[in-house]
């Protein structure tokens, strides 16, 4: 039996402790938080936790194995390096740290203590992004052309992390999962509309050495919530709308298809292929409930994380590059390797 503690119990806290609770093998032993008021909360549903207002207590508490983090990311750092260091393993909500640097020193940390280090990349535990790789994976879509988001809605307004680090993390995560491709450079406009607040709109583009190209739009200001992808491919395209109560993804057997006259060596033909939309069946299982268990599993040394620190690391990786590029009105940024520059 796993005995895990959360740190913090805010909006996303009391989601892992309840899918702690309820997965096999593990035992939510304790919470922490900075209020009382949401220790109370805590201890009221969960009889019988120990309840810590210190979150280095929690992290040195003999009854605790794995520390799972839902702070703000300014704290993952501190928070996620005194777990590894009291011999704890450790999941932390995305995105991992602030820097790449700081993730850099997480991973080496977990590695030489041969802990699990884990980031909450919830997305990837999707049937709906498992499925997605599953066919970009097996050839079905033809070589990708582009990935393109609109990921919007009302609020919830950060104070401590820009619109890109609170929103655009879930479609990097995506992508980092989903495509085998890497970026080579991002481009980032955006702008706050509230005085002296982090970016509330902005817009990512990200590069590729192929032909492919990313694009996307995240915004807190937006009337309505919109979660869609459009993922086109030379053969066939995706469109993953997560707001979908049921066909999450449709699969369009959609495109073109240029082909050359052979008496005009220099004219291109355009042809519109439009074939059947297929929406597979998919699990409905939540994700969060799918990672816990993967935590878990991967704890026991049974499995290998999906979203390890190394996922987190290429994550924060673009994350710095597009914040370089905000800063300086959407000029391009190089993504360099952050292994090989340390």
Known sequence: MIRVGVVGYGYWG??????????????????????????ALAAKRCPGIEVYASAWDLIHSANVDAVVIATPVSSHFDLALSALQAGKHVLVEKPLTATAG????LIDE????????MVDHTFVYTGAV?????????????????????????????????VLWDLAVHDLSIMDYVLAARPCAVSATGVSHVPNEPENVAYLTLFFETSLIA????????????????IGGASKMIVYD????????????????????PEHVYEMLISYRTGD?????????????????????????????????????????????????????????????????A
């Open 14 to 39: 009391p989601n892992l402790v309840r899918n702690f609770s309820e997965a096999d093998g593990s035992r939510v032993t304790a919470v922490c938080d900075a209020r009382a008021e949401r220790l």
């Open 102 to 105: 700081q993730a850099l020193r």
């Open 110 to 117: 977990a590695e030489r203590r041969r802990l699990t280090l």
């Open 130 to 162: 498992r499925r997605i790789r599953q066919e970009v994976e097996s050839g079905a879509l033809g070589p990708i052309y582009y990935y393109d988001s609109v990921r919007v809605n009302l609020g919830l307004f950060q104070h401590d992390v820009n």
């Open 215 to 230: 694009h996307i739009h995240v915004n807190w200001l937006a009337p309505v919530k919109v979660r869609r992808t459009l």
């Open 242 to 261: 997560d707001l979908e109560p049921s066909e999450k993804i449709k699969i369009y057997d959609k495109g073109i298809t240029v082909t050359s006259r």
């Open 277 to 341: 939309m297929h929406a597979p069946q998919l699990p409905m299982t939540e994700a969060l409930q799918v990672e816990a268990k993967h935590f878990l599993r991967c704890v026991g040394g049974l499995e290998k994380p999906v979203s390890g620190g190394e996922a987190g690391l290429h994550v924060v990786s673009l994350l710095e590059a597009a914040s370089q590029s905000l800063a300086r009105r959407g000029q391009p940024v190089e993504i360099h390797s952050v292994r090989a520059a």
